[in-house]
C-alpha cells in the first residue's frame, strides 16, 4: 500500500502478533481501525507503534487496563518519543514498588519454611504486619474464627 493505512495481516506480519490478539487489543479499545467500502479493516500505520508499546508493558507485566488508560491520551494521534518516555517513567515506578513488595513477600517467606504453621496469630503472610493486633486481643480472634459461632 502507498497510503498510511495498512490491512490486518500487515499489522500481524510486521508487528509480530496473531490477527486474533489484535482483534483482542481492538475489542478492549486499545487499537481503533475502520472499515473500506469493501468491509475490510483498516489501521493507522501509527498502530504499529501502539502495538510495540502494548507488547513492551505486557511483558512487563502491566495489565491492559492500565496500558489502556495510558494510550487513551492519546486517542487519534501517533504515540510520540516523548509519549513513551513518560509511560515508561511511570511503568518503571510502578514496577519498583511492585519489586519491593516481591522482595517483602520472599523476605516473610523465608521465615514460613520449614513451619507449616499458618498461624493467624504468629505468620506474617497470614497477618501481615501484625493488623489483626488492631482489631483486639487473641481470644476475641478465637471466638471470630470459631465456626460453630
Ligand atoms: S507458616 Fe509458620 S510463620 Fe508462616
Redo the contacts with the bound molecule.
Sequence with gaps: MLDNTLAIGEVAQRSGIKVSTLHYYEEKGLITSWRTEGNQRRYHRSVLRRVAIIRIAKSAGISLRIIKSHLDKFPTREVSRENWQDMSREWRDMLNERITSLLQLRDQLD??IG?????LK?????NPDDSLSEEGPGARLLIDQSPLL
Design positions: 521465615s514460613c513451619c507449616g504453621c499458618l498461624s504468629d505468620c506474617p503472610l497470614r
